[in-house]
């Protein structure tokens, strides 16, 4: 063998040999990094198995998920909860906004019904309501049996519960419209009991679900205030279906459970010798390019990013929720944002199969609703008081106790909600995302829906609707 060939290959047989010690010391100090981080969170009672957000195990008879007609909705292929809905009933500017102060405009949608009338459409869907107001008096919920395969979950049929939300609140709409108000509480009612099932499932799309759904539901809330028909009997039962709501710490809880499964997932990539077909599929370019770096970058790094990873993301959906405080820390969320923004850019950020930028504008949207629901339970206090004395206090701590258990610190960081009376009704607002008070002023009509959640306030006012 020719001298030059032989250096060549004991050079290359010694370049070898360094990549090889180079990726198991890497790798033992990247893996370490992560064994420790879960210790840790294990130590502060952190769970890492996707079971142990399973709702408790109920009998049949008594799970609203059981109810023949909510689990042929779940089932595969599923039955739709209810039919499908005209194209003029899933425009949502029809339906207004209490966010922004305007009601609905059912005149602009019995116009757009062609040889169809509101009552024939609702018509359609009495009985499947009459289905899920059956299921919904069962005292307990579960949607799947086994919540440690993210896969169980039924998302289509759950997306398609949306238009169950729609339904009923149209058919509240309606009713006010016509003065039956015992007939819009109830459907108010369903609706808001649908979204206490949610409250227990852990998966985040059950969670945005139930945010969507309480959005809507609290719209006949607000026009029902608005028009003040309802009762003071029908307010305090309105006030005891808003009483057991709580966004926060059903959300926080569904995004530990997206991130466990998250990591899961990234251990079965990390721990394959090779990696997986669909991991590979998530790269642009020749699978090469993907290959390639997998075998030159040490799996250690990897598992250092996920460890920074996670750390991150108890700053961005830990920290900031604090369901005991009934309490969401805007501070600390926004600047979370930002770290979590300088570590994609980091090279051990961009070797992250990255999950949290998905979830990263759900939080203020929970928080929007979320004060919507404080300030309807207010509003429930305020017009109770005004049936029984004849005017509005001039202060929410006049509500209590006659009217009101308590007065809740503001959501957004502790900072109260303001309130004011007005010549024709009242103003409550929270100082929203911005966390500056604007006066009560509702964001720009202009701006697109989610860019509205950070300018202006976070208003429910009576008396000057739009």
């Known amino acids: 063998m020719r001298p030059i060939l032989r250096r060549s290959l004991w050079t290359l047989g010694g370049l070898a040999a360094l990549l090889v010690a180079f990726h198991t010391v890497e790798n033992f100090r990247g893996k370490r990094a ?72 059912l005149g602009s949608l019995d116009t757009a019904l062609e040889g169809q009338t509101l009552s024939s459409l609702l018509a359609a869907y009495e009985q499947p309501l009459k289905d899920l107001a059956e299921a919904a008096q069962r005292p307990q919920c579960r949607l799947v049996q086994e919540y440690g395969v993210t896969e169980n979950l039924p998302i289509p049929a759950l997306l398609g519960w949306r238009n169950g939300a729609r339904v009923l609140r149209l058919r509240s709409l309606v009713a006010l419209r016509e003065g039956r108000s015992e007939d819009a509480l109830r459907d108010v009612l369903l609706g808001l009991r649908v979204a206490q099932h949610l409250q227990k499932e852990p998966h985040l799309i059950s969670q945005l679900l139930r945010i969507a759904w309480t959005n809507m539901i609290l719209q006949p809330i607000w026009e029902g205030l608005q028009d003040q028909r309802w009762s003071p009997e029908q307010l305090a039962r309105l006030q005891a279906g808003l009483e057991p709501l709580d966004l926060v710490a059903s959300y926080r809880q569904s995004l530990r459970f997206e991130r466990v499964g998250s990591q899961i997932s990234h251990e079965a990539i990390l721990a394959s010798t090779w990696l997986p077909e669909r991991h590979l599929a998530a790269g642009n370019g020749p699978r090469w ?71 990263l504008g759900q939080t203020d949207r929970m928080a929007r609703v979320q004060v919507g629901l404080d300030h309807a339970r207010l509003a429930c206090g305020l017009e109770r008081h005004r049936l029984a004395q004849g005017s509005y206090p001039e202060s929410l701590e006049a509500l209590v106790p006659a009217h009101l258990p308590n007065v809740r610190p503001g959501l957004l960081e502790g900072l109260p909600d303001r309130y004011a009376r007005t010549a024709t009704g009242y103003r409550l607002h929270s100082v929203g995302w911005n966390l500056t008070d604007d006066g009560g002023a509702y964001p720009e009509a202009s701006v697109e829906r989610l860019a509205r959640l950070e300018q202006g306030d976070w208003v429910w006012s009576v008396g000057d609707q739009k």
């Not at 957000?53 to 689990?71: G, L, Q, S, T």
């Not at 292929?77 to 305007?102: C, I, N, S, T, Y």
């Open 289 to 359: 390019t993907w290959v390639f770096p997998s075998l030159v970058v040490p799996k250690g790094w990897r598992y250092e990013g996920l460890a920074s990873s996670e750390r991150l993301a108890l700053k961005l959906f830990d920290k900031p929720l604090d369901e005991a405080r009934h309490w969401v820390g805007v501070t600390v969320h926004k600047n979370a944002i930002g770290e979590w923004t300088d570590f994609m850019t980091s090279w051990r950020g961009r070797m992250q199969v990255a999950y949290l930028p998905a979830l």
């Open 34 to 105: 992560w064994e420790r981080w879960k210790a840790e969170r294990r130590a502060a009672g952190a769970a890492f198995d996707l079971s142990t957000f399973a709702p408790p195990v109920v009998p049949e008879a008594e799970n609203f998920a059981a109810h023949p007609a909510v689990a042929a909705s779940l089932g595969d292929p599923g039955v739709p909860l209810a039919p499908p809905l005209p194209k003029a009933v899933l425009d949502e500017q029809r339906f207004g906004d209490w966010q922004q102060g305007v009601r609905a405009d």
